[in-house]
Every structure is written in C-alpha cells, then in structure tokens.
C-alpha cells in the first residue's frame, strides 16, 4: 500500500459526459501528480501541483482540469469525454520528506468510456 | 526534452536466477533522477528503486539494484534470484532533480519468470 488513495476505482461512463476522479496523496507529501495510461500513449504526465498551485503541465487536453484544495487532495475533472479517454489514469505524490524525490502511486482509476 | 528507451519488450528468466533490464535515458536536465517501478497484471504501480545523477554508487534495494552508468546514459535494474511474483510490467522513468519533477517513462519490459 503506498499511503496514496484514488476513488472511484472502476468509472464507465458515456460519451459527452463529466467525470470527476479523486486522490488523496501520502501524508505529509505536498506534490500531486495526475498520469495517464493508454495501450496507445502509454504512460504520459497531465498535471501536477504543489501545495495548492499548478507546478507544472504535460499533455492535458483542454477538456481536462484539476486542481489541488487546502487539505492537499486534488481533483482531476474529465469533460466532453471521448472514446479515446478511456484509460487508467494514475495519480502520484511525493516531497513529503527533504530530497525526496520518490513518487509513489495510487491504484488508479479505470476509466471506460462508451 | 527527456527521453526513455527500454528495448526489451519482453523476456523470460528462470525462477532463483538474475535477470537485468535494460534501460537508457537522455535528458538536458543538469541534475535528473532515474526511477523504477513494477505493474503487475492487478495494474498498480510499484516504485522500486531511485537513483540520483550525481549518487555516486549504485542504488540497491533488497534484490533490486541500479546498474548506473553515466556516461553510456544507461539505468539498468538488475534482480537477483527471481521470484515468480517478479512477472509483471517493469518501467524506466527520468525526472529532473527538482522539488516536483515529472517522471517520463519508457514503453516497459514485460518479465515472465518462468519455475
């Protein structure tokens, strides 16, 4: 268990709608990072925040959004969803000890879009 | 622009022997670190060893190690006395060394470990 937790689980969803995915880093940890893995793409970095600001950005659709709240959980919304989202989608977190450099994973959300 | 090249797709080794992925990075990042990590078929990711560019001996982490060879630009994961549960999806990852840097990963090597 890497201390990071990612609801829900399993998502299948159409295509057009909204979802939201959910993940709450290690504690201590003040860096979140959103991953996303296709059999196409394989794994790619979307976005990542620290302690509440957007440090950095990858290859994120403009339909894609997250966002990181005062208690360090982040948010990663999914709109107008296509065929092609359909993936799992990873979230990581990592700084909570100095020079710490280690990301660890959440399980993932599995994401099927019909 | 960081790249990871893994140009094993696949391989098999036998149980309670050693096997060594493959593993080569570019980065123009001064200061990067070099990062494993396992997905079994249940789909999570493992983190298993970290290395830094300027560590200057190689990381080890139980049966894991870090073949680090800085100027060939490679990263290889050496496991000893392979275990069954060894077979799963292995990725290679680089990031800047920096707080905050995003892990860019290889295609992975699928290990089978064979009894």
């Known amino acids: 268990d890497s201390g990071v937790t990612q609801t829900p689980k399993h998502l299948i969803t159409a295509t057009g709608q909204r979802v939201t995915l959910r993940c709450s880093p290690r504690s201590g940890d003040l860096s979140v990072y959103w991953y996303q893995q296709s059999l196409d793409q394989g794994l790619q970095f979307l976005i990542q925040y620290y302690n509440g600001e957007e440090r950095a950005k990858g290859n994120i659709l403009e339909r894609f959004s997250a966002q990181q709240f005062p208690d360090l959980h982040s948010e990663l919304n999914l709109s107008s969803l296509e065929l092609g989202d359909s993936a799992l989608y990873f979230c990581?977190?990592?700084?909570?000890?100095?020079?710490?450099?280690?990301?660890?994973f959440g399980p993932g959300t599995r994401l099927t879009v019909t | 622009a960081q790249k990871i090249t893994q140009t094993q797709p696949g391989m098999f080794v036998q149980e309670k022997e050693a096997v060594t992925l493959d593993c080569t990075y570019d980065?123009?990042?001064?200061?990067?670190?070099l990062f494993w990590y396992k997905q079994p078929s249940s789909g999570e990711m493992i983190f298993l060893i970290y290395q830094g560019s300027y560590d200057q001996q190689n990381a080890t982490e139980g049966r894991y190690s870090l073949n680090f060879q800085k100027a060939r630009k490679s990263a290889n994961l050496v496991i000893s006395a392979s275990q069954l549960g060894d077979s799963a999806m292995y990725f290679c990852a680089t990031a800047p060394v920096y707080q905050g840097g995003k892990l860019i990963f290889g295609q992975g090597t699928e290990l089978s470990v064979k009894p």
């Open positions: 980065t123009s990042d001064p200061s990067y670190g």
């Open positions: 990581a977190s990592s700084g909570g000890k100095p020079a710490s450099y280690e990301q660890y």
